[in-house]
Antibody, heavy 120, light 111 residues
Framework: EVQLVQSGGGLVPPGGSLRLSCAASGFSFSTFWMTWLRQPPGKGPEWVANIKPDGSDTFYLESVQGRFTISRDNSQNSLYLQMNNLSPEDTAVYYC?????????????WGHGGLVTVSS | QSVLTQPPSVSGAPGQRVTISCAGTSSNIGAGFDVHWYQQFPGRAPKLLIYTDTNRPSGVPDRFSGSKSGTSASLAITGLQAEDEAIYYCQSYDRRLSAYVFGTGTEVTVL
């Protein structure tokens, strides 16, 4: 059974940093593209960043480029999102998700989500 | 703001058929990019319902079907059931934004 178990959310002041983690199991993690998405309260989901299976390529939403870093450790079957210089607009439930195997970007498995609140 | 527009809500009686539209532009759906659909219950992660316009993942009932034409796509639910009450989102890629984008979301209510 595919599982994505997240950790690391919480309350952080504006300008602060936070690191999210996502532990994968039940599939060959090192062969799948992975993604972080977020969903602000009362709004729809928003794509944040993608990472290639071997970690050699990453892609970001323009508004987080330079502040967020997606990374992975295939030896630990883990995905990470380092978030720096956070602003209140980054407040959201953050999800890790697996990109489906067909080569077209859609997300077939999602983590349970972790709330990140940026507030003083 | 989302570049994919959906009606805020649709409703139907049990057993009826409802459709949800997803209106895009020439930089996303109209450019030929695939459309995918997700179902989300309150407090839960979205769940993949339809991928690549018309395909259902294993375990998704065949009451759900997708279609695409021109700059828009649609999700149809036939034989509506109480358990279908949820918010539905379409998703595609926008080449002008260089980003994967979601629709505005549609809340389905079973009367």
């Amino acid at each position: 059974e595919v599982q994505l178990v997240q950790s690391g959310g919480g309350l952080v002041p504006p300008g602060g940093s936070l690191r999210l983690s996502c532990a994968a199991s039940g599939f060959s993690f090192s062969t799948f593209w992975m993604t972080w998405l977020r969903q602000p309260p009362g709004k729809g989901p928003e794509w944040v960043a993608n990472i290639k299976p071997d970690g050699s390529d990453t892609f970001y939403l323009e508004s987080v480029q330079g502040r967020f870093t997606i990374s992975r450790d295939n030896s630990q079957n883990s995905l990470y999102l380092q978030m720096n210089n956070l602003s209140p607009e980054d407040t959201a439930v953050y999800y890790c998700a697996r990109i489906g195997p067909t080569g077209v970007v859609h997300w077939d498995y999602w983590g349970h989500g972790g709330l990140v609140t940026v507030s003083s | 703001q989302s570049v994919l527009t959906q009606p805020p809500s649709v409703s139907g009686a049990p057993g009826q058929r409802v459709t949800i539209s997803c209106a895009g532009t020439s930089s996303n759906i109209g450019a030929g990019f695939d459309v995918h659909w997700y179902q989300q219950f309150p407090g839960r992660a979205p769940k993949l319902l339809i991928y690549t316009d018309t395909n259902r993942p294993s375990g998704v009932p065949d009451r759900f079907s997708g279609s695409k034409s021109g700059t828009s796509a649609s999700l149809a639910i036939t034989g509506l059931q109480a358990e279908d009450e949820a918010i539905y989102y379409c998703q595609s890629y926008d080449r002008r934004l260089s980003a994967y984008v979601f629709g505005t979301g549609t809340e389905v209510t079973v009367l």
